[in-house]
């Protein structure tokens, strides 16, 4: 099934799409928040993935000023002669980019970090395409643990998982977690993933 696309990639000549930013223009009837995963088409038929870092709208008016003159000099129960034309515009930093598909022993293809050009839809990533962007796809089954759920704006949820042989070892043994102090939410987090090991042991 053709996912919905949501938007399309837009490069300015002050604001250009990047090897590890991008833009895209949002379709009026989308709703996208922070930290939404999406994915467009790029370069050998590879996806690129990335995660929405921040939302701007942007209007045709030079000033704010601008605004309040075209209100009537700040009347709010008028409405203007001429509505702005606006767009609102996604901010997103690229994840990485699957190289479109595998070798023949099944490895993933190198990356293609090229910019993404305009014009390019975006669509929302689904349940696989976040795991591709969060490299969950690569782990092994039996290396996994469960360490949280994702969902979307768009209502997808994909369970997340971290690869054990860097949290008990060998390769580090080590977790970060980050929270506000006193809320018990770092500890109920450590808790959440001493019982995910115990559940895998």
């Not at 490069?11 to 223009?25: G, H, V, Y």
């Not at 999406?38 to 088409?41: A, F, I, K, L, Q």
């Not at 305009?118 to 089954?141: P, R, S």
């Given at each position: 099934m053709a996912k919905e696309v949501i938007g399309r990639t837009s490069?300015?000549?002050?604001?250009?799409?990047?090897?590890?930013?991008?833009?895209?223009?949002i379709t009026t009837d989308q709703i996208v928040n922070p930290f939404d995963i999406?994915?467009?088409?790029h370069i050998n038929n590879s996806k690129t993935y990335g995660l929405v870092t921040g939302l701007e709208h942007r209007t045709d008016a030079t000033s704010h000023l601008a605004n309040f003159v075209s209100n009537n000099f700040g009347s709010v129960t008028d409405e203007p002669n001429t509505p702005r034309i606006g767009a609102t515009l996604a901010k997103v930093n690229v994840m990485m980019n699957d190289g479109g598909g595998r070798n023949d022993d099944g490895t993933p293809m190198d990356g293609i970090y090229m910019p993404l050009e305009?014009?390019?839809?975006?669509?929302?990533?689904?349940?696989?395409?976040?795991?591709?962007?969060?490299?969950?796809?690569?782990?092994?089954?039996e290396n996994r643990i469960p360490a949280g759920l994702i969902k979307m704006s768009n209502q997808v949820e994909a369970i997340v998982h971290i690869d054990k042989r860097y949290l008990i070892g060998p390769e580090s043994a080590h977790l970060n977690i980050s929270g506000i102090s006193g809320l018990a939410t770092k500890t109920s987090y450590a808790m959440f993933i001493l019982q995910s090991l115990s559940s895998i042991s």
């Open positions: 490069a300015t000549d002050r604001d250009p799409n990047t090897s590890d930013k991008l833009n895209f223009w999406v994915e467009s088409e305009n014009e390019k839809n975006v669509c929302f990533a689904d349940e696989q395409g976040i795991h591709i962007a969060l490299g969950i796809d690569t782990m092994e089954n």
